[in-house]
């Protein structure tokens, strides 16, 4: 979690990220619970705000397996279904949240995702 992180330490903050991303990376499945995405507001999960945070980022593109659930824990979708929806809202490719390789993308790119 997050919390436990000193973000005053650059360093910290550095290992903290990239252990995190490799945690996500190597997890046979993770699950995203939308607590502000209600049953019957499903095609609006986009709008969650998932979306917004900036640690959001390993969370979408690490993973290999991704599955979405609203706030009564009905799922929503998987990410590889859902992909061209959450690119268009967090302006990442398609081929980096089907692949997880960003190695291509410009810093200023990737800076643009945070």
């Avoid at 291509?104 to 995702?113: C, E, L, R």
């Amino acid at each position: 979690d997050t919390v436990c992180i000193d973000k005053t330490s650059s360093a910290e903050l550095s290992e903290a990220i990239n252990f995190m991303f490799r945690w996500y990376q190597q997890s046979e499945i993770c699950y995203a619970y939308l607590g502000d995405v209600s049953t019957g507001n499903r095609d609006r999960f986009v709008d969650s705000a998932l979306f917004s945070r900036g640690w959001t980022l390993q969370e979408l593109i690490a993973p290999r397996k991704l599955r979405f659930f609203d706030n009564n824990w009905s799922h929503i979708g998987h990410k590889a279904v859902l992909e061209r929806d959450i690119s268009h809202r967090i302006n990442i490719p398609m081929y980096v949240l089907s692949t997880g390789e960003f190695s291509m993308a410009s810093v200023a790119q990737k800076m643009s995702w945070a």
